[in-house]
């Protein structure tokens, strides 16, 4: 098992435990008269919903009434409470189909209604088969792994089962043998639902943290599974943590207005009641996935599923919990209080990277487009058309960089010669510098003429890459002989297009200060080594690029056809027959 750091040995524990010590001997002594006069009496069948717990155990809603039958209770004269059998209950509104198991009180599939997964299915975030392995959602985490197993398996008492519509709440109880387990749950109309839990054991109240122990039913290959990540802010500061980098079994102490597990397009997330006084431990694991989810028979291959159990270390810990996905307008939509210094939302939920700035206002224009085309796929080329033709100016001022610097091209060359005859060290090597600066001056030569404007277009290109990688939007939207914008091409025709085309533009953009030999490497080099980037990603991505590189052909050889252009070829051509004739 991975190392972890037991919450209870940081300081000031030991005071706080001593605190919950004296509080339960007191609540103890309170109580005993009157477990001698209601214990010994069996509880009536009709009483079976109200039965009552030790005081220490809360409750959420007391006046909530939810209609359905009552597991079967098994009430043995030493005060146990369980069921005799596994029942289900199923809890419903516009948004999903919550199907609990009353074996541990934990989630069996989480329906979202209104996406569904690549087989055209309704979306089940519940990893089915990685949650057989480690865990289900809403299971508890605790130290304690012989501890963590019976909580999980046993039979709880559900306050209803069958079908239950929201808003409603759904209560599980179980006790044996000196433990007291009490879930509450509270659903409205909304992705959100309320989470109570509380474990007593021998009269000590237990860390026990509820989790989502085993990543998202949607990750179904292990491009979807590189893509989980643990997550969690505090005020403005919001923190994205890689599978790579995440340690399974740690302990992470907070405060977090929220924290859980996500990955591009999905996220479970805890909403604590005190961000103060929350711990998140992370969960990794090792599982098998299908190399080809459409494809079961054609083998495994090793991957990690990533999990996250978020709780109060004191003991009773009260969440929200958020399960669905990370669209804007949805995301928006959910309040976060506690969070200061930044939007009491779960936005920052999508990560649109470090040019944020340019990304969200891109992305924000990207779906004023779709209003008026019906489709992504053409949002995207008409955006990435307006994109290209922007950026036409910077093409221009570079191969004007590029051209007045080959220019004085040949005078540089004559000043090189001149201290060629001096090693690196000499001090007289600094006079080159000097007589090469004042000659780009003299004829109003930048030296960063060729490259600033690339390197402007830099943040643009990226912030437009990172948005469609984060656009829930493009999940499953269609375009041409393209079924999901957000998956890779089915046919790789786009990536085709794009190594196609760049080598065209390779070759038609005059490169007046590269030798030949080094030219048509990389005129082969550049593209091929782009079609591998670009061979899993995203159709969208694909689809912008290779579009780009489509209409920059055209830009290059009107651009070819102007005096600028035609000079540059001229000194290209002039400078690859000098290179032959040596």
């Given at each position: 098992?991975?190392?972890?750091?037991?919450?209870?040995?940081?300081?000031?524990?030991e005071?706080?435990?001593l605190?919950?010590?004296?509080l339960?001997f007191?609540?103890?002594?309170l109580?005993?008269?009157?477990?001698?006069?209601?214990?010994?009496?069996?509880?009536?069948?009709?009483?079976?919903?109200?039965?009552e717990?030790?005081?220490a155990?809360p409750?959420v809603?007391?006046n909530?009434t939810?209609?359905?039958?009552v597991?079967?209770?098994?009430a043995?004269p030493?005060g146990?409470?369980q069921?005799t059998a596994?029942?289900?209950?199923?809890?419903?509104n516009?948004?999903?189909r919550?199907?609990?198991?009353n074996?541990?009180?934990?989630?069996?599939?989480?329906?979202?209604?209104k996406?569904?997964d690549?087989a055209g299915?309704?979306?089940?975030?519940?990893?089915q088969?990685?949650s057989?392995?480690?865990g289900?959602?809403?299971s508890?985490w605790t130290?304690?792994?012989?501890q963590?197993?019976?909580?999980?398996s046993?039979l709880?008492?559900?306050?209803s089962?069958?079908a239950?519509?929201?808003?409603?709440?759904?209560t599980?109880?179980?006790?044996?043998?000196?433990?007291?387990?009490r879930?509450?749950?509270?659903f409205?109309n909304?992705y959100v639902?309320?989470v109570e839990t509380s474990?007593?054991?021998?009269?000590?109240t237990v860390?026990a943290?509820?989790?989502w122990?085993?990543?998202?039913?949607d990750?179904n290959?292990p491009?979807?599974f590189?893509a989980?990540?643990?997550e969690?802010?505090?005020?403005?500061?919001t923190?994205q943590?890689?599978i790579?980098k995440?340690?399974g079994?740690?302990t992470e102490h907070g405060?977090?207005n929220?924290?859980?597990?996500?990955?591009?397009?999905f996220?479970?997330?805890?909403?604590?009641?005190?961000?103060?006084?929350v711990?998140?431990?992370t969960l990794?694991?090792?599982?098998?996935?299908?190399?080809?989810?459409s494809k079961?028979s054609?083998g495994t291959?090793?991957?990690?599923?990533?999990?996250?159990?978020?709780?109060n270390?004191?003991?009773v810990t009260?969440?929200?919990?958020?399960?669905g996905?990370k669209?804007l307008d949805?995301?928006?939509s959910?309040?976060?209080?506690?969070i200061?210094?930044?939007?009491q939302d779960?936005r920052?939920?999508?990560?649109?990277?470090?040019?944020s700035?340019i990304a969200k206002p891109?992305?924000?224009?990207?779906?004023?487009?779709?209003?008026?085309?019906?489709?992504?796929?053409?949002?995207?080329v008409?955006?990435?058309?307006?994109i290209?033709?922007?950026?036409?100016?910077?093409?221009?001022s570079?191969m004007k960089?590029?051209l007045?610097?080959q220019?004085?091209?040949?005078?540089?060359?004559?000043?090189?010669d001149?201290?060629?005859?001096?090693s690196m060290?000499d001090?007289?090597?600094?006079?080159?510098?000097?007589?090469?600066g004042?000659?780009?001056?003299?004829e109003?030569?930048?030296?960063?003429g060729?490259?600033?404007?690339?390197?402007?277009?830099?943040?643009?290109i990226?912030a437009?890459y990172?948005?469609?990688g984060v656009?829930i939007?493009?999940?499953?939207a269609?375009w041409?002989w393209?079924?999901d914008l957000?998956?890779?091409?089915?046919?790789?025709l786009?990536?085709?297009?794009l190594?196609?085309s760049?080598v065209?533009?390779?070759r038609?953009?005059?490169?007046t200060?590269?030798?030949?030999a080094q030219?048509?490497?990389?005129?082969i080099?550049?593209?091929?080594?782009?079609?591998?980037?670009?061979?899993?990603?995203?159709a969208?991505l694909?689809?912008?690029?290779?579009?780009?590189?489509?209409?920059?052909?055209?830009?290059?050889?009107v651009m070819n056809?102007?005096?600028l252009?035609r000079?540059m070829?001229?000194?290209?051509?002039?400078?690859a027959?000098?290179?032959q004739?040596?």
């Open positions: 098992m991975p190392e972890y750091q037991n919450p209870q040995q940081d300081p000031g524990s005071r706080r435990l605190i919950v010590f004296a339960t007191f609540v103890i002594l109580a005993q008269p009157l477990l001698k006069k209601y214990l010994p009496q069996p509880p009536a069948p009709a009483a079976a919903k109200q039965t717990l030790p005081a155990l409750q809603a007391q909530s939810i209609q359905g039958t597991s079967k209770v098994n043995a030493g146990e409470k069921a596994e029942t289900e209950t199923v809890v419903e516009n948004f999903y919550i199907t609990f198991t074996r541990g009180a934990q989630v069996k599939s989480w329906i979202l209604k996406y569904d690549d299915h309704p979306l089940d975030l519940v990893n088969a990685a057989a392995q480690y289900y959602p809403l508890l130290y304690d792994e012989a963590r197993n019976q909580l999980n046993a709880y008492v559900a306050s089962s069958g239950i519509n929201a808003p409603a709440d759904l599980f109880e179980y006790s044996a043998q000196n433990l007291l387990v879930k509450t749950f509270h409205d909304s639902i309320g474990v007593v054991s021998g009269g000590s860390t943290y509820p989790a122990p085993a990543g998202l039913g990750e290959s491009i979807s590189h989980a990540q643990i969690y802010q505090f005020n403005d500061k923190t943590v890689p790579k995440v340690s079994g740690a405060p977090y929220w924290a859980g597990v996500g990955d591009s397009y996220a479970a997330v805890f909403l604590p009641a005190n961000p103060q006084n711990t998140l431990i990794r694991n090792a599982l098998q996935i299908p190399k080809n989810p079961p054609d291959t090793p991957t990690d599923v990533l999990g996250a159990a978020v709780g270390p004191s003991g009260s969440n929200r919990l958020y399960v996905p669209s949805v995301l928006q959910i309040p976060v209080p506690t200061a210094g930044a939007e779960l920052t939920l999508i990560n649109f990277g470090t040019f700035f891109l992305f924000a224009w990207l779906r004023w487009t779709y209003k008026y085309t019906h489709n992504w796929g053409w949002a995207i008409l955006q990435t058309l307006v290209t033709l922007a950026l036409l100016p910077l093409r221009i570079s960089s590029a007045k610097m220019r004085i091209q040949p005078q540089m060359n004559a000043i090189k001149k201290y060629k005859k001096y060290r001090p007289r090597r600094q006079e080159m510098n000097v007589e090469i004042a000659l780009m001056k003299q109003g030569v930048s030296p960063l060729g490259c600033l404007p690339l390197v402007i277009q830099l943040p643009f990226w437009y990172k948005m469609l656009a939007d493009l999940r499953h269609h041409f393209i079924s957000s998956s890779r091409d089915p046919y790789f786009l990536p085709i297009v190594v196609i760049m065209i533009t390779q038609m953009t005059p490169q200060g590269m030798d030949p030219q048509k490497m990389m005129n080099t550049m593209p091929l080594m782009m079609g591998f980037i670009f061979f899993n990603l995203a969208g694909n689809l912008y690029y290779a579009e780009s590189n489509l209409i920059t052909i055209i830009q290059q050889a056809r102007t005096s252009g000079e070829r001229e000194i290209a051509a002039k400078r027959r000098k290179k004739l040596k």
